[in-house]
């Protein structure tokens, strides 16, 4: 209707008039004035009501409705305005579309992580919705992070120290992550930093099965994989320049942490040789990629505290139960785990003992005759470095040890890194032999928790023919 904007100013004089009229009635007029108004008021209505159904103008409806806390809605529209345009978001009080509020404690229990934009506050879909899925991933992303850290909600330099006992200033976001170091990367992956690797070493994936899983897990890992480039040993700086990382990521004890410094680009060193030490290299990663991914750390550090206090637990109920005597072997077969490396503190969390737990340092290369004397009830081989059973099983010499005698060889299991390294994948390791050591008293299984945990921490559905040959015995 072309004479809308003259009706409606019409409207508003009238509006206008009879405001004018309450200000100079008399008191003793008021009970007719305020009738007057009402029926005043009843004009305006039916011809706004009128001119609003019969208008052409339209009538913007929200993308989706948020309800959250006053404080927190200046960063939300600017995190809405940047993603959508210029465009402002419409908060409500009652059944949004979004949820936004702080985060509830962490659970142990298999936990559920929300997209986390801010320290403690998350982000719930109420709808199905497109808008609000692509808004979340944004939120979450380093250009989220960019918008939050412009309206000062997130700090743009990071002071932290690393492992090696180094403070450093980490300007934020980190977009592009060079890792030389793979427990470093299979932390990476679990905390949903991925998408920001450009380069990486990786546990597990020489070997066409690890390689064709990694794969099938971030479909760029044919251009990412760097082990031949980047390692403890090996680090090609002119290959790194022209990756142009603003982060590297490398072992404390590596070998090129000197020459590395002429990039003039941080270098954050991690050592996750231990339980303790590969829970901490969790939470500083997450740390360095933002509110999210530390959330995300903090939910596998919760989770790997869960899984071990619930195979104690579930042991300790059954006195009786004795703990097995287990040989962990190397990549050969007479070479063993210390007692300080991270293969023993899976056994022992597993509720076994580690025969060779005396020995010190790395690996240590042992002869036949200790075996014999250590005498233990099952021995365990890595899954790289090509061991096989069969070197232990089929070797006549070995005959006369009766787990061997008795097939109780058995092949740590991977679907990329292996479960008996520093990797948050190991928190499997210790399930398997669990399951392996007590079957009629831990209730945890390989093949649950193997499913929860591809899924929660790698985003990775893997399929139950992936959980089968994982997990069955060989």
Known sequence: MKNNPLRIATVIILISLFLIGCTSTPQGDQTQLIETDNDAISVVEEVLEEDVSNSDIDIEIPRFTIKADVNLQGELSALY???FDGELPVFIMDDPDLLVTAAPEIAAERPVVYPTFLPDTILIPQ???????????????????????????LPEILVI????????????PIRQVLSAYGPATAVIYSVNGWDRLVAASYLGARDPQGAEAMERIDPRFPELVGDDLFSQQEFDLEEAAALEPNLIIGAS???????????????????????QQLRETALLIGELFGPHSYAQAQAWVNYFDWVIDTIQKQWSENPMEPKPQVLFSGTEPLRVASGDMYQTEIIESAGGISVSAELSGYWNDVNLEQVVIWDPELIIIPPYGGAKVETITESQEWQIIDSVAFGQVFRMPKLVAPWDTPAPDSVLGIVWLAELLHPEIVE???ASETN?????????AISGDEIGAICTLN
């Open 444 to 446: 945890l299984t390989c």
């Open 81 to 83: 305005s940047a993603y």
């Open 127 to 153: 709808i199905d919705n497109e808008d609000i899925d692509n808004f979340i991933q944004f939120a979450i992303s380093p250009d989220g992070q960019q918008v939050l850290i412009e309206i000062g909600a």
């Open 161 to 172: 120290t690393d492992q090696a006992g180094r403070q450093l200033e980490i300007h934020q």
């Open 452 to 460: 929860f945990f591809y899924n929660t921490f790698y985003n990775y």
């Open 253 to 275: 004890r590596s070998s090129w942490i000197e020459s590395v410094e002429q990039l003039g680009v941080p270098v954050f060193l991690v050592e996750a040789e231990t339980a």
